[in-house]
């Protein structure tokens, strides 16, 4: 049954500032996975600053300005699943015809759980999942720029490529969530969460085993 009471920020880190953040639902927090709700309509925060890459939209290194702007999300509602200790999230939309048909693998640091939800660094690289194992990538071109200007070193490139192979082979192998009964995590909250108090506080606190909940 869905945790419709508790709460998380979900929070993506970068050169130790927040990248953005939005509140999320925690439908299940549990050895076998941390799966979040994000309702369309959320509003939450992204870093405002100097931007570049292919697309305009990755933060230039030194880029950030200090502050965030309101961003709401658009579009339709997204369910996050984490298994703990993976490199990666995989999401999918939940339409007014049901959840899409591919799934999308957000290559990313392991969950680190604090005192408000989770935290995570985007690694930019992300794999579509097609229902038949078959899969591409997106934002090659991104991950290209990142390396060009040293925003991601030798390690992190490594780190982000180890990601990949992983994210791939559990695609092909049909790995838990890809083949899970999403419904299963239904019926779905619509109204959509505030940040909590002290969202903007990046203090990492240690690392625990998954509870049940999260107030």
């Known amino acids: 049954m869905p945790q419709t009471t508790a709460t998380a920020l979900l929070r993506w880190i970068s ?4 990248s953005s953040v ?3 639902y925690v439908i299940e927090d549990s050895e ?3 799966a979040l709700w994000q309702p369309a309509g959320t509003v939450g925060r992204v870093a405002v600053g100097e931007r570049g890459g292919p697309r305009g939209r990755n933060m230039m290194p030194g880029g950030w300005s200090g502050s965030y702007t309101e961003h709401e999300w658009t579009g339709d509602g997204v369910l996050r699943i984490h298994v703990p200790g993976q490199p990666w999230s ?3 939309w939940l ?3 049901g959840w899409t048909e591919h799934a999308y693998v957000n290559l990313e640091t392991p969950w680190t759980r604090t005192g408000l939800g989770f935290d995570t660094a985007d690694w930019i690289l992300d ?3 097609e229902p038949d194992g078959s899969h591409s990538l997106k934002d090659e071109d991104e991950l290209a720029w990142a390396a060009e200007t040293g925003k991601f070193d ?4 490594a780190a982000v490529e180890d990601a990949r192979r992983r994210a791939v082979a559990a695609v092909e192998a049909h790995a838990f969530p890809l083949a899970a009964d999403w419904d299963a995590w239904g019926a779905l909250p619509a109204e959509p969460l505030q940040l909590a108090a002290g969202w903007e506080i990046v203090a990492p606190e240690p690392s625990r085993s998954p509870s049940p909940t999260l107030d």
């Open 154 to 157: 030798a390690a992190k490139l």
């Open 32 to 34: 076998r996975c941390i």
């Open 127 to 129: 794999v579509i999942a």
């Open 22 to 24: 939005y509140q999320h």
């Open 90 to 92: 995989t999401w999918r």
């Open 15 to 18: 050169d130790d500032r927040i």
């Open 95 to 97: 339409t007014a015809d």
